[in-house]
Structure formats: C-alpha cells, structure tokens
C-alpha cells in the first residue's frame, strides 16, 4: 500500500482567512514533505520532515507554517495568503528519514494534492 | 547543486507504439537516485520507475523501462506499448538527501 491522501482536494480562500491542509500516511514512513506546483510547471519543495522534526524549510514565507503531530500526520496551515499563492499542494512520503551524514534516495510518494485557490 | 534537463516540452506517440522520453541530469554526487513520475491531469504524481547510482542494470517496471547511461549521465524512460492511458506530464526528477530536483517534464499524448 504506497497510498498517500490529502485534504481536502479542493479549498477557495480569502487573504484573510486561515485554513489547514492535511496530509495522511499510514506506511511507516519517516519523512514526509510538502511541495508547491503551479500550472504546467514541475513542484517546488517547501518543507521535509525527518522523524517528526523539520528538517529542509526552502526559505518558504511565514505565512505557510508546517507542522507534524506525529509520524503519520503532516499539516500545513495557511493565513493571509496572497493570490499568487495559488497553486496545486502536493504532500509526499518517504521511508527513511533524512540520517545525518547519509544520502538518502528513497522514492517519494505523492498524495493527489489540494487545489488551492487564493482570492 | 543538481539539474535536470528535459528537452522535449510535448512528444506524440501513436497507441501501441513504443515511445523514449529523454532526461539528463547533472550532479557532482556520486550516490543519487533517478525517478520518473507520471502527473495525470488530475494532479496526482504517481511514480513509476527508480534507478540508483550503483544500479549496474536498468530497472523496468511493466512497460516502463529506465535506460540509464551514467557516463553520458542521461536516464531515458522508455515506454513500450503505447495505451491511451498514458497520456499525461512525465517528469524525470533527482533526489539527495531529501530534495528532489524535478526537470521541466514532457507532456505525452497518445494517439488512437
């Protein structure tokens, strides 16, 4: 089971208001991540996790903020985005954790994603 | 820092057909992994094919194969047996040490 999901598939926001992405797991993975797409282009990272600990933030705004409650969870909550925050929200999964010192090349994968939609 | 270049923006293929979508990359790490992943229009990135470094052999999955060429450092997906199903964004991608760097993908369209 390499399954993935995310909630909700959709969501339309305000620039005032907040809201959370979810992102589930359940194959023991240790390393999860959030990546922003845009239309026809490939994804961005933004955050991984290694072992419930933030481990990569690629200089993302404050106004994306990750969290991981625990090894299967993984939310991103979202306050006073800006229109060209617009985008396709992909969560990915991974099994091993990010081991100092160590490279680490497992496949990652994805959930469906949250069309993200910013007014 | 890592690259990968994807020079095909959109590639026809008749149904049936086997079909190459190229991919290179540039890395001075010497352990690295090379994926393709296959992006519907639906947006969900569904992963198709690993090669590690040391890998000798190609991998294959099914109809898709890896030719891996680490001299010329290009890792080519190959699909054989063209479905109408397999129309969507193909993206060749590098991971280390949790980043993954994607290439600018290949839009496939199969014809009947």
């Known amino acids: 089971d390499t399954e993935v999901t995310q909630t909700p598939k959709h969501l339309v926001m305000g620039m005032t208001n907040k809201k959370s992405l979810k992102c589930e797991q359940h194959?023991?993975?240790?390393?999860m991540y959030w990546y922003k797409q845009k239309a026809k282009k490939p994804p961005e990272l933004m955050f991984v996790y290694s072992y419930e600990k933030l481990s990569i933030n690629e200089s993302v705004p404050s106004r994306f903020s990750p969290e991981c409650p625990n090894s299967s969870l993984l939310n991103l909550h979202l306050h006073a985005l800006q229109p060209e925050d617009s985008a396709l929200y992909l969560c990915?999964?991974?099994?091993?954790?990010?081991?100092?010192?160590?490279?680490?090349?497992?496949?990652?994968?994805f959930g469906p994603g949250t069309r993200l939609t910013v007014l | 820092a890592q690259k990968i270049t994807q020079t095909q923006p959109g590639m026809f293929v008749q149904e049936k057909e086997a079909v190459t979508l190229d991919c290179t990359y540039d890395t001075s790490d010497q352990s690295y992994g090379l994926f393709w992943y296959k992006q519907p229009s639906s947006g969900e990135m569904i992963f198709l094919i690993y090669q590690g470094s040391y890998d000798e052999q190609n991998a294959t999955e099914g109809r898709y194969s890896l030719n891996f060429q680490k001299a010329r450092k290009s890792a080519n997906l190959v699909i054989s047996a063209s479905q109408l199903g397999d129309s969507a964004m193909y993206f060749c991608a590098m991971s280390r040490r949790g980043k993954s760097t994607f290439g600018d993908g290949t839009t496939l369209t199969v014809k009947p």
């Open positions: 194959m023991g993975h240790r390393a």
């Open positions: 990915a999964s991974s099994q091993d954790g990010l081991a100092g010192g160590a490279a680490s090349t497992d496949t990652q994968y």
